[in-house]
């Protein structure tokens, strides 16, 4: 039996891919979703997942729906598998895929909350047109400090040390950029996104899923979660949706979450979803390792784990 601590954790959106429920276990309940998938958002998600291209899965519509089936279906076939791990975090749309595994809210309930999250701020992106940029080799209170006096701009992702998003009007982040490079940024570059996510600019949308959550039921987690606003473990239904209610317009504070993760000694974080994303991303903190699902023998990572 392993004696490092494991925890799941849960990308977001850019992890999607072409084909990337075609290695996701087989769960009948799985298919089951894919279709209410398409009822509830109007979309040909199931083509898609197959064999759509990566424009179409830029779609806010269908990478959010669709990245939250691959989340909970693996993460779902680790703990049916034996996993026990001590927490669950997920990063951006993949918490509400960590909140379906902790057993807070129901995958159903999970997916209708994600197409309506997924419509909503698609919905905000169109009305107010928005960028966002990753800025390599500058700490979060460096960037903080450089755009200070840039309008329209804000930090939105701090994903790891040394690798920041920053989100706003194009005009805040073309400005921007000139400020970080000038104080210190090693490179800014510019997102393929269709929004300013996790910004100001999403008020309408954060307003709006505000109110679907107030109508949801939340039960208490079987798993603690640390969530993106505020990385600090929690069972609590209600505090859980408190700390939900601002995720679409606040920082995600993922740099934290890992450091939060590793407080305890040394943990194994199971990437659970497409990609190897947050593999990467915690590749410079001490006493941290990963496996990312997509790209390990099932059976060999569960041996490793449990």
Known sequence: MSDTRTALVFP???SQHPGMLTNVPELDSLDRLLDA??????????????????DDL??????????????????????????????????????LAA??????ISPE????????????????????????????????????DAIADQPNVWIANDNSPG??????????IAAATGALLEAGARKVIELAVSGAFHSPIM????????????????????????????????????????????????????????YRLAIGGPITLVECGPGKVLSGLAKHIDGITTFAVEYADLEALVEEVT
Do not use: C, Y
């Not at 990478?63 to 691959?70: C, K, S």
């Open 99 to 104: 909140l379906a595994v902790a057993d807070v």
């Open 12 to 14: 977001g959106q850019g």
């Open 163 to 172: 690798q920041v998003v920053v989100s706003g009007t194009s005009d805040g």
């Open 203 to 258: 008020d309408a949308a954060g307003a709006a899923f505000a109110d679907l959550l107030a109508g949801a039921e939340f039960d208490d987690a079987e798993i603690p979660v640390i969530q993106n606003t505020e990385p600090e473990p929690t069972t609590s239904g209600e505090v859980i949706r408190e700390r939900l209610i601002g995720q679409i317009t606040s920082p995600v504070r993922w740099t934290e979450t890992m």
């Open 37 to 54: 998938a398409e009822a509830l958002s109007g979309l040909d998600l199931r083509r898609i997942a197959v064999a759509g291209s990566p």
């Open 109 to 144: 309930a999970g997916l209708e909350l994600v197409v309506e999250r997924s419509k909503l701020m698609a919905a905000a992106a169109s009305a107010n047109p928005g960028a966002m940029a990753a800025v390599l080799g500058m700490d979060a209170d460096a960037i903080r």
């Open 58 to 95: 830029a779609d806010t519509r269908v990478a959010q729906p669709l990245l939250f089936l691959a989340d909970w279906a693996w993460g779902f076939t680790l703990l049916e598998s034996g996993v026990s791990p001590v927490a669950v975090a997920g990063h951006s749309l993949g918490e």
